[in-house]
């Protein structure tokens, strides 16, 4: 979907950081790198919805998944009509 393929929990891993006093955390450098998080870029924190702890997501990622989500959307509403096929 996005070009990568997919991968395993521990080819995801990118190793551990430390929070400081100030609540500041160092994004691993390979993370930086693969990911192409550089200085500036936006990231937005989601609370994971079950466990403590969060993902990060850059913004721009957030944006292109949106735009594909919105055409997806359009083109199901043109196959199927805008009532989307509805029952209740």
Avoid: W
């Amino acid at each position: 979907m996005n070009g990568r393929p997919e991968c395993r929990l521990e080819e995801a891993t990118y190793g551990m950081v430390t929070v400081g006093e100030r609540g500041q955390i160092v994004i691993p450098a390979e993370a930086r790198r693969e990911l192409g998080i550089e200085p500036g870029d936006k990231l937005v924190i989601v609370r994971h919805p079950i466990h403590a702890g969060f993902l990060a997501f850059k913004m721009q990622s957030i944006r292109e998944f949106l735009e594909m989500f919105q055409r997806e959307v359009e083109r199901l509403e043109s196959q199927f009509g805008q009532s989307g096929g509805d029952r209740e």
